[in-house]
């Protein structure tokens, strides 16, 4: 199981940046976020997937925030992070980070759009 905790978020003016931490722990943090993703929930909207990340360090974004977010993970910190440039306000939105063990098919982890643990959100608004 894994205990995620995300922190980072603020306010800032459009134009600006911030940068998103993702504290994992738990009794087998590293196989059970194997696979890792951010969401954002903006208000009265349902919750989308942003970015994600495998244990191959592949990553894939939403086009909404590709070229401006960046996702990476420090398995020596037990964190995944996301760097967020060019904020605009329609990025105001709580922001998830989500960890998932993956299937494993053939010897690899097979990620998939289906997380089994969840952080708590961060609020990030971005003023015009």
């Known amino acids: 199981q894994a205990q995620l905790e995300e922190s980072g978020g603020g306010s800032v003016p459009a134009g600006g940046s911030l940068r998103l931490s993702c504290a994992i722990s738990?009794?087998?943090?590293?196989?059970?976020?194997?696979?890792m993703a951010w969401f954002l929930q903006a208000p009265w909207k349902e919750r989308e997937g942003i970015a994600t990340?495998?244990?191959?360090?592949?990553?894939t974004y939403a086009d909404s925030v590709k070229g401006r977010f960046t996702i990476y993970k420090d398995n020596a910190k037990s964190s995944l992070y996301l760097d967020m440039n060019n904020l605009k306000p329609d990025d105001t939105a709580i922001y998830y980070c989500?960890?998932?063990?993956?299937?494993?098919?053939?010897?690899?982890?097979?990620?998939?759009?289906?997380?089994?643990?969840w952080g708590q959100g961060t609020q990030v608004t971005v003023s015009s």
């Open positions: 989500a960890a998932d063990p993956g299937p494993i098919i053939a010897g690899m982890v097979a990620c998939t759009d289906s997380f089994a643990y």
């Open positions: 738990g009794y087998t943090p590293s196989r059970s976020s194997a696979c």
């Open positions: 990340i495998d244990p191959y360090s592949r990553k």
